[in-house]
């Protein structure tokens, strides 16, 4: 009998990095382990994929992130899993004291989290997150946080841009079947969160109150054909099962000459019985020349309101191509172009799922505090390159708006400042010397602060918002972004800088370590 792979210990408190539990017990030995300390999540890049880059992200994953840390803790068996652990010498790795020390007190219950809110455009360098607590068991978290904060930050990322260039029409995702195994479950979440309307994943969409949607596959009608009947057979069960849900796949024949056909001859059925079918899903081909082609088949039999549900590996490059081909050729048949865009539905799967073209966000957890003799210490990150160099100390982001309400830039200071009260404002680049500006108080409309207080010691002290409430976070975050950086390709640079108070103290600790060479 195969043995039944064990989740509670490969989703709990060991679902870390060896290495994360290997510094622990080295802080733990040395007695750092209860060290309060400050460590930092930000990515350094956009999304690139390829032909065509982001220019902003969207912020996703962070009540996920909460209710996993809330209801996580080392067991008996995670402790006997590391006890079992062997050196290449054949000693025991895990020592019983370190060991007694993660089942007894190394609890996220000591963490305190601060967090830009979901749904808010977020941008290279900004702190996403910050973690605050004692110096091991913040360790331990970096893994958890990072892949479930990065994925979902993707995926929403992907499904805003897919869902722009849509031009907000209906955007469903269903790339479960394509998906890598549950990461279905936190990519579709993240994917209502970025602009999909709808999913087909049934738990998932019922957990957060979203009717999952779909239509039938190429199977349903490939059967009735085996058993010697025929597509419009196929329909015809299908429309009579689910009258008011009618959605029909018509391209497992001939979608223009066999597919819209009989999917016509069964609306007409279902109109006459007082049904609206909502419309077909065209899978394959050419799909801006059927979707005219279909649009003025319908158009003729009086079903001007159907909709066209459009699936095949889309993403926000072949829909844009769709619905350029669409406007330019659309007039050549004699029929409105938006006439045709108004109605299209996108379904969209693998390249959402799989945030195809650029697989992974490189966010990153570094330290940046400690706290010794009651003094929070800074704490850097050299490198050779100079990108990779963190920002010291514990920090605020503030977002800038200017005329128009538009987001100017973001300015990441140290947590102590006030940006607000002072008369001008130095932005520096985070690396670039040369690179700066001042800011006049009375230039700027309104500032706000980015990063609120979520838990405080383990209790959670935010009040979530539902995902409706952070679609439209990011409606409203998208409208204050200046249209060039929203571009599909070559979008604008977006302005995120530092303080002044941030760059000298970022050099002075750069300089001392220098000095001790």
């Known amino acids: 009998m195969m043995k039944r792979f064990n989740q509670e210990i490969s989703e709990g408190m060991l679902f870390t990095d060896q290495y994360q539990l290997l510094m622990a ?22 999304p690139n994929y390829g032909t065509h880059m982001a220019g902003y992200c969207i912020n996703a994953g962070l009540e996920w992130l909460v209710d996993w840390m809330i209801n996580t803790s080392f067991t008996e068996k995670d402790v006997e899993f590391l006890r079992a652990r062997k050196s290449n010498s054949g000693s025991r790795l895990f020592e019983d004291d370190f060991l007694n020390w993660l089942k007894n007190e190394a609890s996220f219950s000591k963490l305190d989290l601060r967090a830009i809110p979901e749904g808010r455009t977020i941008h290279p360098n900004l702190p996403v997150s910050i973690v605050t607590g004692p110096l091991a068991i913040a360790q331990i978290f970096e893994t958890a946080l990072l892949n479930q904060l990065n994925y979902q930050i993707l995926i929403a990322t992907k499904a805003s841009r897919i869902k722009q260039i849509a031009r907000g029409q209906m955007l469903l995702e269903f790339g479960a079947r394509r998906a890598h195994d549950r990461g279905a479950i936190a ?31 190429h199977s349903m009608v490939q059967l009735f054909l085996a058993m010697g009947k025929g597509e419009e057979e196929a329909f015809e069960a299908f429309a009579d099962q689910y009258p008011d849900e009618c959605i029909l796949l018509v391209d497992t024949i001939n979608t223009l000459q066999s597919g819209v056909p009989n999917a016509i001859k069964v609306f007409e059925k279902l109109r006459k019985k007082g049904h609206k079918p ?43 191509q769709i619905i350029s081909q669409i406007s330019e050729d659309a007039p050549k048949e004699g029929i409105d172009p938006e006439s045709i865009i108004k109605r299209l539905i996108f379904g969209v799967g693998t390249r959402l799922i799989t945030s195809a073209g650029d697989p992974a966000l490189g966010g990153v957890y570094k330290l940046i505090s400690i706290k010794q003799n009651n003094e929070w210490q800074p704490a850097i990150k050299v490198s050779d390159s100079v990108e990779k160099m963190t920002n010291p100390g514990d920090k605020q982001v503030w977002r800038l708006y200017t005329e128009k309400d538009k987001a100017t830039a973001d300015l990441i200071c140290l947590a102590d400042e006030e940006p607000e009260k002072m008369e001008s404002i130095t932005l520096r680049h985070p690396t670039a010397a040369s690179k700066q500006r001042t800011m006049y108080t009375d230039e700027i409309v309104t500032m706000e602060p980015l990063l609120n207080d979520v838990l405080q010691n383990g209790k959670v002290v935010y009040a979530f918002p539902t995902i ?34 941030l760059w000298d103290l970022k050099h002075k600790l750069l300089q001392g370590i220098t000095e001790k060479k």
Do not use: C
Not at 25 to 45: D, I, T, V, W
Not at 293 to 320: H, K, P, R
């Open 25 to 46: 017990q080295l802080y733990f030995k040395h007695g750092l382990h209860e060290l309060p300390s400050q460590f930092e999540h930000y990515f350094r890049n956009y």
């Open 187 to 217: 990519g579709t979440r993240a994917a209502l969160i970025g602009g999909a309307d709808f999913s087909s994943n049934v738990g998932i969409s019922h957990i957060l109150n979203f009717p999952p949607k779909g239509t039938h596959g």
């Open 468 to 501: 409706e409430e952070i679609r439209e976070i990011r409606k409203k975050d998208l409208e204050r972004l200046d249209a060039g950086v929203k571009r599909l390709i070559n979008p604008h640079y977006y302005h995120v800088s530092i303080s002044q108070k």
């Open 278 to 320: 909502l419309g077909v899903r065209l899978d394959s081909g050419d799909l801006a020349y059927l979707s005219i082609q279909t649009a003025l088949m319908l158009n003729s039999a009086g079903f001007n309101d159907v909709g066209i549900v459009l699936s095949n590996e889309l993403d926000e490059m072949n829909i844009w």
